[in-house]
């Protein structure tokens, strides 16, 4: 029945329940004992073997072990010929319901975190970096509550970019810079960088009209128009290319409209309301204007004309009452006024002395709430209530001087950029930092100038004094 080999191996000791299995075919539960048993009465760690034998016989949930002659037939499927292969009428997919497979392999998602304590981890997903960004963050909370990392690096422009906007719908940036010009990105057009991770993104288009550095930029929201404003003190207006021209296509004239005039000095800010198809716009002047952003002609009303306010530093639109503008000026006064009659309709309370100003450097709306968020160049950021004009909250929240503000579309983060060299994500609802990561290098003591979040897609972005925007996902 064996032969010497077989015989000689099963004489060692501890080996004797290998060769039992080796040699067994088509056996049960009750051979496997019986083989066991044999060892019991031959070898060595006896006790152990016993106490093995005696769990196996205690546990009822395993079924007795069923002849290999016994169990039912495997499926199988037909495989195709070289001839049949043309013939895929007759061959029937298999098909699976969803998670099938997963439960198939693991056993149901319940039962698999409970076994493994995965908890909260057991949601967690993989996302291919290959696949399209198309992340929908609509009244979803915990769109936001993730790490952002960078993943697009824009390198074309020569000088710092001081502004940057989303396209409404589309992976498409626009950049101002003090290089004198404004570019179109496209983020599906990348390359990968020299040593690094992210991804080179080459400009589409380049802007060129302006006589001086670009300041500020803004897009409508319907994406088919963009606004930008300089130092030489006009709003040159654009029609945006298509995303997907080619970069070397000759030049098209009807790209640029025409210039808004009317700003003596530097334009520090502009803001596009889509209610009534507006355009705001902030200057050094010391004046605000409204622009009816569909045509190019005289501004509509102009606020603040004799600087009693001050000098303008940045400009919003209301979110809460579309009707009002908030604006805030280099002697630290914030302020609400009428489009309608141009008139100041409320001022928000300062606790800074007269004798200590301490410039505002952007004020930005709240998209949901009456509420009004200023960055200060005293490393603050100050929430206050648009009915009453009290501040809500006051938090000292760079190292350095806070410079650019955005917040959401759905209204639940804020992020901040600092002359410090970080970009910090604050959770409105508790007012603390949630992420802090460094974009850009400092030149000549600056570094962030803005940041923006995408309107509809899963998109950060900031522009530094280092020439570099940046996108992260």
């Not at 031959?42 to 079924?63: C, F, I, Y």
């Not at 808004?260 to 004046?287: F, K, M, N, P």
């Not at 606790?351 to 410039?359: E, G, I, L, M």
């Not at 003591?445 to 530094?464: N, R």
């Amino acid at each position: 029945m064996f032969t010497s080999r077989q015989c000689q191996v099963m004489r060692r000791p501890g080996r004797a329940v290998a060769v039992a299995l080796y040699m067994r075919s088509e056996s049960n539960l009750e051979w496997f004992e019986h083989s066991i048993t044999h060892t019991l009465q031959v070898g060595p760690n006896r006790s152990k073997l016993q106490d093995m034998l005696a769990t196996l016989r205690d546990v009822d949930e395993l079924p007795p072990l069923q002849s290999s002659v016994n169990s039912p037939p495997r499926p199988t499927a037909t495989r195709l010929t070289e001839h049949e292969a043309g013939r895929t009428e007759e061959v029937e997919a298999l098909t699976f319901p969803p998670g099938a497979g997963k439960s198939f392999i693991m056993g149901t998602s319940e039962a698999l975190e409970n076994a493994l304590g995965l908890g909260e981890l057991a949601g967690l997903t993989v996302a291919n970096e290959a696949d399209p960004l198309n992340y929908d963050i609509t009244n979803n909370k915990d769109a936001l509550r993730k790490t952002w990392n960078p993943k697009f690096t824009l390198r074309s422009h020569f000088d710092g970019i001081r502004g940057l906007a989303f396209h409404p719908v589309e992976p498409v940036l626009v950049t101002a810079s003090e290089d004198h010009t404004v570019k179109l990105w496209n983020l599906q057009k990348t390359a990968p960088a020299k040593k690094s991770t992210s991804l080179d993104v080459e400009p589409i288009y380049t802007f060129r009209a302006h006589r001086g550095p670009v300041l500020c930029v803004v897009m409508s929201t319907n994406g088919e128009q963009c606004f930008s404003g300089g130092t030489d003190g006009l709003i040159q207006c654009w029609n945006a290319p298509n995303p997907n021209i080619d970069p070397y296509d000759s030049y098209d004239p009807s790209v640029l409209r025409g210039a808004l005039e009317g700003h003596s000095d530097a334009v520090w800010g502009l803001v596009y309301s889509a209610t009534h198809q507006r355009l705001l716009s902030c200057s050094a002047d010391g004046t605000l204007r409204l622009w009816n952003a569909t045509e190019i002609a005289p501004s509509l009303c102009i606020i603040n004309e004799n600087r009693e306010s001050g000098i303008p530093t940045s400009v919003d639109v209301v979110c809460s009452d579309p009707s009002h503008l908030v604006s805030s000026f280099v002697n630290g006064q914030t302020s609400i006024f009428d489009m309608e009659t141009c008139q100041r309709f409320l001022t928000f309370e300062s606790n800074t002395d007269a004798s200590s100003t301490c410039q505002i450097n952007k004020v930005i709306s709240h998209p949901t709430l009456p509420v009004t968020i200023t960055a200060h160049e005293d490393r603050h950021i100050k929430f206050f209530d648009n009915n009453t004009g009290k501040v809500l909250h006051s938090m000292v929240a760079h190292l350095d001087a806070v410079t650019s503000l955005a917040v959401d579309p759905n209204g639940l983060y804020l992020m901040s950029g600092s002359h410090d060299s970080s970009i910090r994500l604050w959770s409105l609802e508790t007012k603390t930092c949630i992420q802090e990561f460094t974009a850009h290098r400092k030149k000549f003591d600056e570094s962030i100038h803005d940041v923006a979040f995408h309107p509809s897609k899963c998109y950060i972005a900031s522009a530094g004094a280092d020439a570099l925007a940046k996108v992260f996902v």
